[in-house]
């Protein structure tokens, strides 16, 4: 299995829900982030997580919280979003932390209302 | 910090035409750099690192430390190139990954 999955595909939710999103690798990949990517605009890389601990966190609001229950298994937590959060939100994992290319998700089209 | 930069947002060109796709950055030690793709209604995936100085789908890059530039080039494009590509760059000992903010190549018949 050389691939990257997320679900859901899509998601809308309303401001005060809470929701999750989930990816997973089944490549050995000891490294997965979560990035946002709103249109027409570059992906931003949000966390890194590197042999199941949280390596980096671009200052992303506490109403995203990520967690790493395994090494194939990445979630991302969603709470009290706002408007502005309504984005594709992408999954990579890596063999190994920044130095190895990374495999891509498709991504979760995000709405918030 | 480290930054990538694509100059141009949109590029046209004709089928069998040249293709230079620019990119710069600055970083203050070795970067790996790397250019992604994503094709319509595709996910986003790897096309070339400079590393490992492969040319895949007739797409070659190669790395100017002096000039700070890892510009991608194809001698002849087709249609089916026509895409949204981002260079990115990688920093070793625990340095981010960054996109640039991506050219949009279209090849017309």
């Known amino acids: 299995d050389t691939e990257v999955t997320q679900t859901p595909k899509h998601l809308v939710m309303g401001m005060t829900n809470k929701k999750s999103l989930k990816c997973e690798q089944h490549?050995?990949?000891?490294?997965m982030y979560w990035y946002k990517q709103k249109a027409k605009k570059p992906p931003e890389l949000m966390f890194v997580?590197?042999?199941?601990?949280?390596?980096i966190n671009e200052s992303v609001p506490s109403r995203f919280s990520p967690e790493c229950p395994n090494s194939s298994l990445l979630n991302l937590h969603l709470h009290a979003l706002q408007p502005e959060d309504s984005a594709l939100y992408l999954c990579?994992?890596?063999?190994?932390?920044?130095?190895?290319?990374?495999?891509f998700g498709p991504g979760t089209r995000l709405t918030v209302t | 910090a480290q930054r990538v930069t694509q100059p141009e947002k949109l590029l046209s060109v004709f089928k069998g035409a040249p293709v230079e796709l620019k990119c710069n950055y600055s970083?203050?030690?070795?970067?790996?750099l790397f250019w992604y793709v994503q094709y319509s209604r595709q996910r986003l995936q790897l096309l070339l690192r400079?590393?490992s100085r492969e040319s895949i789908k007739g797409f070659t890059a190669d790395l100017n430390k002096g000039e700070t530039s890892f510009h991608l080039k194809k001698p002849f494009a087709q249609e089916e190139d026509s895409a949204m590509y981002y260079c990115?760059?990688?920093?070793?000992?625990?340095?981010?990954?960054?996109f640039g903010p991506g050219t949009r190549l279209s090849v017309l018949p």
């Open positions: 400079h590393i």
């Open positions: 990579a994992s890596s063999q190994e932390r920044d130095t190895y290319e990374q495999y």
């Open positions: 997580y590197s042999y199941e601990k949280l390596s």
């Open positions: 490549m050995g990949h000891r490294a």
């Open positions: 990115a760059l990688s920093g070793f000992g625990g340095q981010n990954f960054v």
């Open positions: 970083y203050s030690g070795s970067p790996e």
